[in-house]
């Protein structure tokens, strides 16, 4: 049974809430000693950062899509050394293309149809750091509104019982939904300002896309693989 956006975003907010309260438990468990420059070094409270890698879907609705590029920036701050929240904006995409081709006697179908997803998440993060030295490991996870395109084009021929037909098209359209994730990811701190590190998380949304009336709602899930550069200041 679907899901309606409702319930949806009720089961979001609740997986949410529930990231938040790991990280505060995760930061009070840490203890004092986490509590120290890296190395140091006194680094600014705030940051940007860009970050690219892969999206790799992985749910069953998304069975033959390929994996795709992902790419994101972002601005935080720092609220101590070890909790930090961040905005991001980013693009995601992937594909699945089908072939077709059968015949029998006189009669035939071949056809082949091609659907594009891309994605514009706006998201929310929240991360629990533990610095060690130069280098911070951190888990997150955060929850965002999702904006997704999707187009499909088609081209279908066939001849049945002496009657040949044709049908080719590609319509788009475009929904917003919400999702959650959680994740983990380490960086390397130079003494300048500037980070290099790489992150990885898993994205559950679950967007209902529709084509000429017919609503099919897609479990989005998946992970994505990014390396990262930033600058704090």
Known sequence: MWKSKKGMFKEVASRFLFVIFAVIFIIFASGSSALSDTAGMVLGKNYVV????????????????????????????????????ELGVGYFQTSNSTTVAASSGDDYL???AK?????????LTVKA?????????YALG????????????????????G????????????????????????AYNFPNGWYVGAEGKYLWTRPTIGFEGNDVSV????????GQVGYKF
């Open 129 to 137: 750091i533990y610095p060690i030295d130069r280098f911070e490991v």
């Open 163 to 186: 009657k040949t037909t044709s049908a080719a098209g590609s319509p788009s359209s475009n929904t917003v939904t919400y999702g959650g994730y959680v994740g983990a990811g380490t």
């Open 50 to 85: 860009v970050k690219g890698g892969i999206f790799i879907p992985g749910s069953t609705d998304m069975k033959g899509f390929s994996t795709g590029f992902n790419g994101e920036v972002g601005y935080g701050r720092y609220l101590n050394n070890n909790l930090a929240m």
């Open 142 to 161: 955060g929850a965002g509104a999702y904006f997704v395109n999707y187009k499909l084009e088609y081209d279908v021929n066939a001849k049945i019982g």
């Open 110 to 112: 071949s056809g082949n």
């Open 219 to 226: 479990n989005l899930y998946g992970w994505m693989v990014n």
């Open 115 to 123: 659907l594009d997803l891309w994605v514009v998440p706006l998201t």
